[in-house]
C-alpha cells in the first residue's frame, strides 16, 4: 500500500464503494488537499504578521489597487469573499490599528474611501512576500513545467459561471 494519502483514499473507495468514484475523484481529493496546505501556510506566515485572514485580504486587495492605496468600501465588498458588515468590522480592526484611514471620497463627498496608512502598505507588502515564499516553498522540487501545465489544466476547470 502507498504512504500517499490520496491513493489510499481512493483505493479504499474503489474495494469498497467503486460507484462513488469519477475520473475527477482523485483530482478533487487532490486539490482539496493542496487548498489545505495552502491555506495552512498563509495562516503560519500570517499569525507571525499578528494579522487575521480577513485583514490580510484587504490589506492586499488595497495594495493592489496601486496608489493611492485606497477603495471604496463597496469596491472592498466586492473583491473580497466577505460580507459589507464583515468588511466594516475589518476595516474598524484596521484603523485602529493605525494600518488604514477612513477619508473622505474627493469623487463623491457624501462616501468614503479606506486608505492604506504607510504603515499599511509596508505590512500589506511584507505579508504578501511572505504568503507568495510560503506557497512557492510548497512546490519545492516540482518542475516549473509540470506547475504550469497544472495552472493551465486548473484554468480550464476555473470558469466563470462553472
Known amino acids: 500500500m502507498t504512504d500517499d494519502p490520496v491513493d489510499r483514499l481512493i483505493s479504499s473507495w474503489e474495494q469498497e464503494l467503486p460507484e462513488v468514484l469519477y475520473p475527477t475523484s482523485e483530482l478533487t481529493k487532490r486539490i482539496m488537499l493542496l487548498a489545505g496546505e495552502l491555506n495552512a501556510s498563509t495562516r503560519r506566515v500570517l499569525r507571525d504578521l499578528e494579522l487575521t485572514m480577513a485583514e490580510f485580504d484587504v ?3 488595497l495594495r493592489r489597487s496601486g496608489a493611492p492605496y485606497r477603495q471604496k468600501p463597496s469596491d472592498l465588498v466586492r473583491s473580497l ?8 468590522n475589518v476595516t474598524n480592526q ?3 490599528r493605525g494600518l488604514a ?12 474611501q479606506i486608505r492604506l496608512t504607510p504603515e499599511g502598505i509596508s505590512l500589506a ?25 497544472a495552472a493551465k489544466a486548473l484554468r480550464a476547470l476555473n470558469r466563470p459561471g462553472t
Not at 81 to 88: D, F, I, K, V
Open 81 to 88: 469573499l466577505l460580507s459589507s458588515g464583515g468588511t466594516s
Open 101 to 112: 484611514v477612513r477619508e473622505s471620497d474627493p469623487d463623491d463627498g457624501r462616501g468614503t
Open 125 to 149: 507588502e511584507q505579508a504578501v512576500k511572505a504568503s507568495s515564499a510560503a506557497h512557492h516553498d510548497l512546490w519545492a522540487g516540482v518542475p516549473d513545467e509540470a506547475v504550469v501545465q
Open 94 to 96: 484596521l484603523v485602529r
Open 59 to 61: 490589506l492586499v486587495s
